[in-house]
């Protein structure tokens, strides 16, 4: 499976390259993908989470990104864990 080299950034909408090197083997189901933002340089970890991950669509990785922020902001604005 492959997953993309480049996503884009949650915070500012740049581009975000990844900074891991693929696995001799290929990428598996919970492997963590470091990509790097050339924008605000922020660092993002993502998790190989499909298994048609290279059919999935750069976007697809920041808006699961957005959700898991969104709702941690959420959680801390009514004082949930």
Not at 38 to 60: F, K, M, Q, T
Request: glycine residues 8%; hydrophobic residues 35%.
């Amino acid at each position: 499976m492959e997953v993309p080299e480049v996503i884009v950034c949650v915070d500012c909408g740049q581009s975000a390259h990844r900074l891991t090197i693929p696995p001799e083997e290929g990428w598996e189901i919970g492997d963590y993908v470091a990509y790097r933002c050339s924008g605000c340089n922020d660092r993002w970890d993502l998790v190989v989470c499909h298994e048609d991950a290279g059919e999935i669509a750069p976007d697809s990785f920041a808006a699961e990104a957005r959700a898991i922020l969104q709702a941690r902001a959420d959680n801390q604005a009514t004082g949930e864990n």
